[in-house]
């Protein structure tokens, strides 16, 4: 009896201390790994750990991803502030075959209000390309790649400060744009309409203030959401301001001027954090240069729309079925016939600048580029992005902050590292994606199998922490 009662002890305390080990984490590290090739789960491989990984629609056979993007959740049991992601997986021959530029990247979940990811590169079949054919200096994790060699370090490319027939891929460059022959025009101003959500634009000043009048209006009565303003200069913040829910109600639109002054001469980017109950029913500029990044959505529109964009395709959705309408891109007639369904239009004649119309009463209209309402106010402040549409005539160097992946029997093995400090955890824990936007139309014969995932979380021991708030 005493032999089982202390084995039963003994038990009770190895048990204890996996919990401990699961739950607490003590040395501030553990590993979850994955195989999703089989149809059971290991509890000693992180059974109940990786879950939720869909929407459905998206994967056949358990673990092929056929559409874009994929999510799952990995359930940690307490905050850490890095992970080391390791994914081994496979791309269809049709995928490889089918696509001239195929890019893969995973990401975790940072802001749930506006489904903000922080993406990391997983493959790009442009750089390894460019990585075998062309002249490589390697700089700690960034990589330049000359088609004929010029520089011999990062640094002298940096320093010789032209980068017209550059492009960039995971790497953010702090350089002084300057826009010649500008002269402000304080005479004039701007006004957009009925913006709604989130959005981000680059503004340009010279020897003025950089003056933009804003009014909000909080839709929802049960959003408690705040609403928060960035500016940046040269990818440094400096100013932000949030708005608490509690000064909204639903129908009464709250005001906002920025008004910033003795600044630089040069390009900053304006943040408006927001969730998709915020609507800028009028943003009135006083700089006349002024350009949306990426993504514009108006809704509630009156006299439709009229946008111009460096690029020529665009992903485009509606939100409602009274706004469904076509859309012109350089005098070539598109249709939106459907809500909730994004089209992807390209049209077949690009210009420097590509005027979009429409007279619906709202979309969602995004693509990799930038978004002017005027022509005059277009300018393009950003260098170039490496890309589906890139113009590689006009390319001869590229810098990128991206490992190669290892090749072995046709799989791929890609680590990643996560910087998780400001990432969303809740009570599902961390949310995830992978994204292959070449994964376009659910064509089983054109996936990208995800066979294995591992995940390193790194963070405090438990005697860092219990030093931190006793030092408190």
Request: net charge negative; aromatic share 16%; hydrophobic share 40%.
């Given at each position: 009896?005493?032999?089982?009662?202390?084995?039963?002890?003994?038990?009770?305390?190895?048990?204890?201390?996996?919990?401990?080990?699961?739950?607490?984490?003590?040395?501030?590290?553990?590993?979850?790994?994955?195989?999703?090739?089989?149809?059971?789960?290991?509890?000693?491989?992180?059974r109940g750990f990786f879950y939720k990984m869909g929407p459905e629609e998206r994967l056949i056979d358990d673990n092929k991803m056929i559409g874009d993007p994929l999510y799952f959740y990995?359930?940690?049991?307490?905050?850490?502030?890095?992970?080391?992601?390791?994914?081994?997986?496979?791309?269809?021959?049709?995928?490889?075959?089918?696509?001239?530029?195929?890019?893969?990247?995973?990401?975790?979940?940072?802001?749930?209000?506006?489904?903000?990811?922080?993406?990391?590169?997983?493959?790009?079949?442009?750089?390894?390309?460019?990585?075998?054919?062309?002249?490589?200096?390697?700089?700690?994790?960034?990589?330049?790649?000359?088609?004929?060699?010029?520089?011999?370090?990062?640094?002298?490319?940096?320093?010789?400060?032209?980068?017209?027939?550059?492009?960039?891929?995971?790497?953010?460059?702090?350089?002084?744009?300057?826009?010649?022959?500008?002269?402000?025009?304080?005479?004039?101003?701007?006004?957009?309409?009925?913006?709604?959500?989130?959005?981000?634009?680059?503004?340009?000043?010279?020897?003025?203030?950089?003056?933009?009048?804003?009014?909000?209006?909080?839709?929802?009565?049960?959003?408690?959401?705040?609403?928060?303003?960035?500016?940046?200069?040269?990818?440094?913040?400096?100013?932000?301001?949030?708005?608490?829910?509690?000064?909204?109600?639903?129908?009464?639109?709250?005001?906002?001027?920025?008004?910033?002054?003795?600044?630089?001469?040069?390009?900053?980017?304006?943040?408006?954090?927001?969730?998709?109950?915020?609507?800028?029913?009028?943003?009135?500029?006083?700089?006349?240069?002024?350009?949306?990044?990426?993504?514009?959505?108006?809704?509630?529109?009156?006299?439709?729309?009229?946008?111009?964009?460096?690029?020529?395709?665009?992903?485009?959705?509606?939100?409602?079925?009274?706004?469904?309408?076509?859309?012109?891109?350089?005098?070539?007639?598109?249709?939106?016939?459907?809500?909730?369904?994004?089209?992807?239009?390209?049209?077949?004649?690009?210009?420097?600048?590509?005027?979009?119309?429409?007279?619906?009463?709202?979309?969602?209209?995004?693509?990799?580029?930038?978004?002017?309402?005027?022509?005059?106010?277009?300018?393009?402040?950003?260098?170039?992005?490496?890309?589906?549409?890139?113009?590689?005539?006009?390319?001869?160097?590229?810098?990128?902050?991206?490992?190669?992946?290892?090749?072995?029997?046709?799989?791929?093995?890609?680590?990643i590292k996560m910087d998780l400090q400001s990432a969303l955890r809740d009570t599902d824990g961390y949310r995830f994606i992978i994204s292959g936007p070449f994964l376009k139309n659910l064509n089983p014969d054109e996936y990208v199998e995800i066979k294995e995932i591992k995940i390193e979380f790194q963070?405090?021991?438990?005697?860092?922490?219990?030093?931190?708030?006793?030092?408190?």
């Amino acid at each position: 009896m005493k032999k089982f009662r202390y084995f039963l002890y003994s038990f009770l305390f190895l048990a204890i201390l996996v919990l401990v080990g699961f739950y607490i984490v003590p040395g501030g590290k553990i590993v979850y790994q994955q195989d999703f090739s089989k149809k059971y789960f290991n509890f000693l491989g992180g059974r109940g750990f990786f879950y939720k990984m869909g929407p459905e629609e998206r994967l056949i056979d358990d673990n092929k991803m056929i559409g874009d993007p994929l999510y799952f959740y990995v359930r940690a049991p307490r905050s850490f502030s890095e992970a080391i992601m390791t994914i081994k997986y496979k791309i269809s021959a049709s995928s490889l075959a089918k696509n001239n530029y195929l890019n893969i990247e995973t990401g975790i979940l940072m802001d749930k209000s506006n489904w903000r990811y922080n993406l990391y590169p997983v493959f790009n079949n442009k750089l390894n390309e460019i990585f075998s054919a062309w002249s490589v200096v390697k700089n700690e994790d960034v990589i330049l790649a000359q088609k004929n060699k010029k520089f011999s370090q990062l640094a002298d490319f940096i320093e010789h400060n032209d980068f017209s027939n550059s492009a960039f891929y995971n790497y953010n460059l702090d350089y002084d744009y300057i826009l010649s022959d500008y002269q402000a025009e304080t005479d004039k101003t701007l006004s957009i309409l009925n913006l709604q959500g989130s959005y981000s634009f680059y503004t340009y000043i010279k020897e003025e203030d950089l003056k933009i009048d804003f009014s909000f209006l909080n839709k929802n009565n049960n959003n408690i959401q705040a609403l928060s303003i960035f500016v940046y200069y040269q990818n440094n913040l400096i100013f932000d301001k949030s708005l608490t829910a509690d000064i909204f109600s639903s129908d009464s639109p709250v005001n906002f001027n920025l008004n910033l002054s003795n600044l630089p001469e040069g390009a900053y980017k304006v943040e408006i954090k927001a969730n998709d109950d915020f609507l800028t029913p009028k943003l009135i500029s006083h700089n006349s240069k002024l350009v949306f990044i990426n993504r514009v959505w108006l809704s509630n529109l009156k006299n439709g729309l009229i946008l111009w964009s460096d690029k020529n395709n665009f992903k485009i959705k509606s939100f409602s079925a009274r706004c469904l309408d076509k859309v012109d891109i350089n005098n070539e007639i598109f249709t939106v016939d459907k809500i909730y369904q994004q089209f992807d239009f390209t049209a077949s004649n690009k210009t420097d600048l590509n005027k979009i119309t429409s007279n619906s009463c709202g979309l969602l209209i995004e693509n990799n580029g930038l978004f002017s309402f005027t022509e005059e106010s277009f300018f393009n402040p950003i260098l170039n992005k490496l890309a589906e549409d890139t113009d590689w005539d006009n390319i001869d160097m590229v810098v990128a902050d991206y490992n190669q992946p290892l090749e072995n029997d046709g799989y791929y093995t890609s680590e990643i590292k996560m910087d998780l400090q400001s990432a969303l955890r809740d009570t599902d824990g961390y949310r995830f994606i992978i994204s292959g936007p070449f994964l376009k139309n659910l064509n089983p014969d054109e996936y990208v199998e995800i066979k294995e995932i591992k995940i390193e979380f790194q963070g405090k021991t438990l005697m860092e922490k219990i030093k931190e708030m006793v030092g408190r």
